[in-house]
């Protein structure tokens, strides 16, 4: 005869957010129950939302709990897609960790994983039926498909700052969620799509724009309208206040759900650009400004080339690129001798001072180190915003060679991980304002 607590079970494997509750003692919040209640009724949707309130983490749970509610389904194939496959083999391993938890081998102790085929790229079982697929699967989106096909996907932030500037990449993203992605589902299958936006161009926007899902937004309007919080236990009135205040920019794209690509919430736009051709170059000697790697893969190493014609600041050359230290050395020695600057500017940290150590004597005197604080990047004369505007106005003029990585860096900064060619340019026109009796031009 069933117990008590057998009776408690099967209440609450038969929901699934009350499994979420149970497994990983979640606090009980409105919210993450309306986003279960979609996830069970709705075949097909996207959800907007904004960062921090645990999109990931609910998604997470659901799958875990699909698995143990449609294990006997011999058609149950689950594809999670994030931007890059380390991303989704985050999450397959999160699933598989709750899976692997006691909690859960009491709740669904009819799932038994195989040892053999249960890792961080994929989960499969020991079912009643022969299969070569495995019920999870995580794919980055830009990953091959060969052979995938599904009963459920989930797509968690398949875009990000890396892809959501790149537009090539984005509308290869739109044209695969039209064909091969719809191609690649069983009949009846659902989707999921979860993101906060960043751009007005990227999958995300063309999902909402032409109405492939229907969307289901939840945003902080409604704390601005009429007080009301989506997660008042972590996300108080004092810190939703104190982050608004910190991080604006930040805020309206991860909170008011607004795309960062508006012309008013640039530092640098398409417009900001102009180029100038065969430059003719004087008897005056340029000056660099370089910005360094500091770390593998993470950064490029930048040197910018410029003159200072007094009403105008041409920059002549940008150059973009990813070398070892002693290459990198040579690399100046050898621009050296091509321009003979008068200066160049370092930016000022342990790195980047210790690199300065290695140039040979004659580049040694002409170096300097430049500070790049967060009060000198604000400041009002000579911060980033006053370069952009003197950008703007004409005042800065960059020569055709610039590349379109470069620019890029340009337009979408400061909402992308790299800003070598930025950091650099804006090191160059600051010393050389300063250097002018601090005119700004």
Same mark, same amino acid.
């Not at 400061?414 to 650099?424: E, I, L, N, R, T």
């Given at each position: 005869?069933?117990?008590?607590?057998?009776? $408690?079970?099967?209440?609450?494997?038969?929901?699934?957010?009350?499994?979420?509750?149970?497994?990983?003692?979640?606090?009980?919040?409105?919210?993450?129950?309306?986003?279960?209640?979609?996830?069970?009724?709705?075949?097909?949707?996207?959800?907007?939302?904004?960062?921090?309130?645990?999109?990931?983490?609910?998604?997470?749970?659901?799958?875990?709990?699909?698995?143990? /509610?449609?294990?006997?389904?011999?058609?149950?194939?689950?594809?999670?897609?994030?931007?890059?496959?380390?991303? !989704?083999?985050?999450?397959?391993?999160?699933?598989?960790?709750?899976?692997?938890?006691?909690?859960?081998?009491?709740?669904?102790?009819?799932?038994?994983?195989?040892?053999?085929?249960?890792?961080?790229?994929?989960?499969?079982?020991?079912?009643?039926?022969?299969?070569?697929?495995?019920?999870?699967?995580?794919?980055?989106?830009?990953?091959?498909?060969?052979?995938?096909?599904?009963?459920?996907?989930?797509?968690?932030?398949?875009?990000?700052? /890396?892809?959501?500037?790149?537009?090539?990449?984005?509308?290869?993203?739109?044209?695969?969620?039209?064909?091969?992605?719809?191609?690649?589902?069983?009949?009846?299958?659902?989707?999921?799509?979860?993101?906060?936006?960043?751009?007005?161009?990227?999958?995300?926007?063309?999902?909402?724009?032409?109405?492939?899902?229907?969307?289901?937004?939840?945003?902080?309007?409604?704390?601005?309208?009429?007080?009301?919080?989506?997660?008042?236990?972590?996300?108080?009135?004092?810190?939703?206040? /104190?982050?608004?205040?910190?991080?604006?920019?930040?805020?309206?794209?991860?909170?008011?759900?607004?795309?960062?690509?508006?012309?008013?919430?640039?530092?640098?736009?398409?417009?900001?650009?102009?180029?100038?051709?065969?430059?003719?170059?004087?008897?005056?000697?340029?000056?660099?400004?370089?910005?360094?790697?500091?770390?593998?893969?993470?950064?490029?190493?930048?040197?910018?080339?410029?003159?200072?014609?007094?009403?105008?600041?041409?920059?002549?050359?940008?150059?973009? +690129?990813?070398?070892?230290? /002693?290459?990198? +050395?040579?690399?100046?020695?050898?621009l050296d001798l091509k321009y003979n600057p008068s200066k160049i500017y370092f930016e000022s940290n342990a790195f980047q001072?210790?690199?300065?150590?290695?140039?040979?004597?004659?580049?040694?005197?002409?170096?300097?180190?430049?500070?790049?604080?967060?009060?000198?990047?604000?400041?009002?004369?000579?911060?980033?915003?006053?370069?952009?505007?003197?950008? !703007?106005?004409?005042? +800065?003029?960059?020569?055709?060679? $610039?590349?379109?990585?470069?620019?890029?860096?340009?337009?979408?900064?400061?909402?992308?991980?790299?800003?070598?060619? +930025?950091?650099?340019?804006?090191?160059?026109?600051?010393?050389?304002?300063?250097?002018?009796?601090?005119?700004?031009?």
């Amino acid at each position: 005869m069933p117990s008590r607590e057998d009776y $408690i079970l099967e209440a609450i494997r038969r929901d699934s957010y009350a499994t979420m509750r149970y497994l990983g003692d979640f606090p009980f919040v409105p919210l993450h129950k309306e986003w279960h209640d979609l996830l069970n009724t709705i075949p097909r949707f996207a959800l907007k939302a904004p960062t921090g309130h645990a999109k990931t983490t609910n998604f997470i749970y659901y799958i875990a709990w699909l698995i143990g /509610k449609q294990y006997h389904d011999p058609n149950l194939f689950i594809v999670l897609f994030c931007c890059n496959f380390r991303e !989704a083999k985050f999450r397959v391993q999160a699933v598989g960790e709750i899976i692997n938890s006691e909690k859960y081998k009491k709740l669904f102790d009819w799932v038994k994983p195989d040892k053999n085929n249960f890792n961080k790229e994929y989960l499969k079982f020991h079912t009643n039926y022969a299969r070569k697929d495995p019920q999870l699967l995580g794919l980055g989106y830009d990953s091959s498909w060969t052979g995938i096909r599904m009963s459920r996907g989930f797509m968690d932030d398949v875009v990000d700052f /890396k892809t959501a500037f790149q537009y090539d990449t984005q509308q290869k993203y739109i044209r695969t969620f039209k064909t091969d992605l719809k191609n690649r589902m069983i009949p009846g299958a659902g989707l999921c799509y979860v993101y906060t936006p960043i751009t007005k161009t990227d999958l995300s926007a063309e999902i909402e724009e032409e109405k492939l899902l229907p969307v289901h937004s939840y945003d902080y309007r409604n704390y601005e309208n009429d007080g009301k919080l989506l997660w008042e236990d972590y996300w108080t009135r004092e810190a939703i206040e /104190k982050k608004r205040d910190e991080e604006p920019l930040a805020w309206s794209q991860g909170n008011l759900l607004i795309p960062l690509t508006s012309d008013e919430r640039l530092i640098f736009s398409d417009g900001d650009f102009h180029f100038m051709a065969n430059m003719k170059i004087d008897d005056k000697r340029p000056q660099f400004a370089l910005d360094l790697a500091t770390g593998s893969g993470l950064d490029d190493s930048c040197i910018s080339i410029g003159y200072d014609f007094t009403e105008f600041k041409y920059f002549h050359d940008i150059i973009l +690129v990813d070398l070892k230290i /002693k290459d990198l +050395v040579n690399l100046l020695i050898n621009l050296d001798l091509k321009y003979n600057p008068s200066k160049i500017y370092f930016e000022s940290n342990a790195f980047q001072k210790v690199f300065g150590d290695l140039l040979p004597r004659n580049l040694m005197y002409k170096s300097e180190g430049s500070h790049t604080s967060k009060t000198k990047k604000e400041d009002v004369h000579t911060g980033l915003g006053a370069f952009a505007a003197q950008i !703007a106005n004409r005042k +800065v003029i960059f020569n055709e060679s $610039i590349s379109e990585v470069v620019i890029k860096q340009f337009i979408s900064y400061p909402f992308v991980g790299k800003d070598d060619a +930025v950091m650099s340019a804006w090191i160059l026109w600051e010393n050389i304002c300063n250097v002018n009796e601090g005119r700004i031009f």
